[in-house]
């Protein structure tokens, strides 16, 4: 089998670091104090067993520390119930998103009525609920870990029941009304979108509106005006009873999943002030994992999407696909749809042909407003792996990027400057894989200019993962003031 020049970013990273000072090339901007925060899949592998998809191997937390022109470097493991679990039983005893836990025939009827725990995995987002710094993955139970040690300090408990199988590792923050808002999806005979919020502080979710749904939509992400919700279902859908049971039987999550074009893609768009579904409107299908933001424009919704033709990116997103570079059918591309309030079709309209995957905005300034540079990751060269940071202008369509020789950058979080007057203001942090060197460095790029300021390479290639925040003061106590998205 041949294999992608980048597939050792998709290779078991064992090695646990603790307070590592990086060798720094470059200045930092003096005001960049505080800790970046990430996740990753980065075990994949247990005993004799492998996970299958790059959404799967088991969770590694990852703290960049900023002070004073340095950066303290600190890894570990999340010490999640599916670690835990794995390493008792030297097994894969979790199912997850594209891998159900394999067993012997025999240890398949001995335990065929034994309920087995959802994945509590968090190798997804990292976000903070309450006072609690939290990694998450798409079932509710987020894991919670001190960010200073990197220590997990065990299953987050939320102060309330709320009903619900599946969520999404993007909650939203409002700061206005300082308040989490995010959903649920809960499966049964009678399957519901339920969408909560929190209030800041608490750890009690309060059911906003619920949609009821007879064949629920895989959805990664949503997007959230000033005024309204929306939900977005691509027609990636499920028997809700499949997964009503997925405890017990052998088909992974994501397996359970049907691509119907014929649907087209469904907006649901949800009063912010009452909860009432104000309208219901669809357009060409599409799939898309991130939303980059969503604000009222001329009496309709604009939606910005990093879209892809279908879902078969998730398809080639299994490890055996990956590492080999298998080329992808479709590459995606940064879409904008208009929603309207009223009436029943949705236009697309593309803003650029870059890919923007993972897009990351001024989240606290332009989140649910009108807003102009969406920075992401994007695909130039092999159609199949990031091996670019763009900055696109949605105003204009103009790009800035970076890329490097052999490198491949994962997701770009902005950092906003204090008191900063434009939009663009602040640095990038991105973690990029330099496949010849076989390091991985933390890129800080400034972001008007998108030019690199600084880099400092990590003591061990550090797996492809997903996502991470940045987090202003760390020396504090935490709350949700302090995660800077
Ligand atoms: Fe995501």
Partial sequence: MSLAPYHIGLETLNQEVAEANLALQGVLPSWLTGMLLRTGPAKFEVGEQSYRHWFDGLAMLYQFWFKENQIRYTNRFLQSGSYLDALETGRIYRGEFGTSPQRSLLTQLLTMFIDRPLTDNGNVNVTAIADQVVAVTETPTPVAFDPTTLQTLGNFEYADDLAGQVTTAHPHFDFKRNQIISYQIQFGRRSAYAIYSIEAGTKQRSLFTQIPVQQPAYMHSFPIS??????????????????????????????????????????????????????????????????????????????????????????????????????????????????????????????????????????????????????????????????????????????????????????PVFVAAPNASAEDEGVILSLVLDASQRKTFLLVLEAQSFEEIARAEVPHIIPFGFHGQFFEDITEPMSNHHLHR
């Fill in 226 to 411: 000033e005024k309204y919700i929306i939900l977005v279902e691509c027609p990636l859908t499920v028997n809700p009873l499949r997964l009503a049971t997925i405890r017990f039987h052998k088909t992974p999550f994501i397996e359970n999943y049907r691509w119907h074009p014929e649907q087209g893609t469904r907006f649901h768009i949800i009063d912010r002030e009452n909860g009432n579904l104000v309208n219901t409107c669809e357009g060409d299908p599409f799939f898309a994992f991130h939303y980059v933001n969503a604000f009222e424009q001329d009496g309709s919704l604009v939606v910005d999407a990093s879209s892809y033709p279908d879902a078969s990116i998730i398809h080639d997103f299994y490890l055996e696909n990956l590492r080999s570079g298998t080329e992808t059918s479709h590459k995606g591309q940064l879409n904008r749809y208009y929603v309207p309030l009223q009436g029943k079709s949705v236009r697309a309209e593309p803003l650029s042909d870059a890919l923007v995957e993972f897009p990351r905005i001024h989240y606290k300034r332009c989140n649910g407003q009108p807003y102009q540079f969406v920075y992401g990751g994007n695909s130039q060269q092999s159609h199949n792996f990031i091996d670019q940071l763009v900055k696109v202008d949605v105003k204009t369509g103009a790009i800035k990027s970076w890329q490097q020789q052999s490198c491949y950058p994962g997701e």
